[in-house]
């Protein structure tokens, strides 16, 4: 694409090289020694200006009719060095090279087809070469800067693709690891509730509408968050969401910890809470959001592994000190084998959130079988 700058370029070389080739052609009708009509210089000079402005389509085709043009026309040489000068810029070393091989070709022609052009003396052909190989420098040079240009362009426009790639997956598995906290805290509250009503086809009719209400409000809730993760996935545009660092709804904080605790109390697990924050409104979102998806996947573990046993979650700390999280799950008395089927990978996603968030992870069951979950995150 011809920019404003070529084409002001061009017209000015187009200038210089119609008052040279004017000058050339009334020096032959003062001399009357030329043995090619004027009129012929005149039409070949003529041509070789106009075709300044096909050299950046045509730049070797351009430099080879301008060589023959320059055997007859003295008015032509000019254009042969604006010739050498684009085929520097636009083509390869051979493609120069040989452009400069048929220049050079067409001087000795010159000297043959018009005995009464004047040879140049010793001095006089080493400045030219020097002006030609200057000439040819700077077109390389050129050349040269617009590929580093442009290989530094393509190379950031990689790293940008990259970025955006690693930014999109990182936004997946960040939506992956929302769908298993959320969703599997309802269904197992659903699975939990549907089974008791299974094994007590024979309950009071209170018990029967107070699990159904649960299914109910579980089913409801679980539905709504599927579809809040859905409508990322749906986004026209995801780089709205990975350039923002605050996930999409549900974002909970600590202060919904409380009604976690009380959905797993009707769920049947005896859960006993215990929070000494200081100043909870103060906690960052982050902190709390992430506390939350801990204490969320210690009260899931134990409704699927241990229900019905005791579990105790303490939360403690403060500002500069940090939030310690701890929930105790006792060994149940009859462990028998859950029928919720477990991942394996909410473990695996907390220490991911809690790495991310600069904190410490532990878990894992003691000498007498209680499983602890055990969570430091910075407060600064």
């Known amino acids: 694409m011809t920019t404003p700058r070529d084409w002001a370029a061009d017209t000015v070389l187009f200038l210089v090289a119609v008052g040279f080739t004017a000058l050339a052609v009334a020096d032959d009708v003062d001399r009357q020694l030329g043995t090619v009509p004027v009129a012929a210089q005149a039409i070949l000079g003529g041509l070789s200006c106009l075709g300044i402005w096909l050299r950046r389509r045509w730049p070797v085709g351009f430099a080879c009719v301008v060589i023959v043009f320059s055997v007859y026309s003295i008015g032509a040489s000019f254009v042969v060095l604006i010739a050498l000068f684009t085929v520097a810029v636009h083509r390869r070393l051979a493609a120069v090279g040989l452009v400069t091989a048929g220049a050079a070709l ?3 022609a ?3 087809v018009r005995p009464d052009t004047v040879m140049p003396k010793w001095w006089q052909a080493l400045l030219g070469i020097a002006c030609v190989g200057a000439i040819l420098a700077w077109g390389m040079f050129i050349r040269a800067r617009r590929q580093l240009t442009q290989t530094l362009r393509e190379r950031a426009r990689q790293a940008d693709e990259e970025r955006i790639t690693q930014a999109r997956q990182q936004e997946r598995h960040r939506i992956a690891r929302e769908m298993h906290d959320v969703l599997a805290h309802r269904i197992s509250l659903l699975s939990l509730h549907a089974g008791a009503l299974e094994l007590r086809p024979g309950a009071p009719a209170d018990e029967v509408t107070r699990a159904a209400g649960v299914i109910r409000e579980s089913a409801h809730r679980a539905l709504e ?3 809040a993760v859905i409508g990322v996935l749906r986004a026209d545009s995801i780089s709205d969401h990975w350039a923002d660092e605050t996930p999409e709804p549900p974002q909970p904080t600590l202060a919904h910890i409380p009604e976690l605790v009380d959905e797993s109390r009707q769920a049947g697990t005896p859960v006993r809470l215990d929070c000494t924050v200081s100043d909870p409104p103060a906690v960052p979102s982050a902190v709390g959001r992430t ?4 204490v969320q996947e210690g009260l899931t573990n134990a409704r699927k592994h241990a229900h019905g ?13 940090g939030i310690t999280l701890e929930i105790l ?7 028998a084998a859950t029928a919720i089927p477990g991942s394996g990978n909410g473990i695996i996603g907390l220490a991911e959130r809690v790495g991310l968030a600069g904190g410490r992870l532990e878990h894992g069951r003691g000498d007498t079988g209680d499983f602890r979950l055990w969570a430091w995150l910075p407060w600064p």
């Open 225 to 227: 968050d599927l579809r």
């Open 291 to 294: 506390a939350y998806r801990i």
């Open 106 to 108: 067409a001087s000795i």
């Open 309 to 321: 046993a005791e579990v105790s979650v303490t939360i403690s700390g403060g500002r500069g000190d």
């Open 110 to 112: 010159t000297a043959l």
């Open 329 to 335: 799950s006792r060994y149940p008395i009859n462990a």
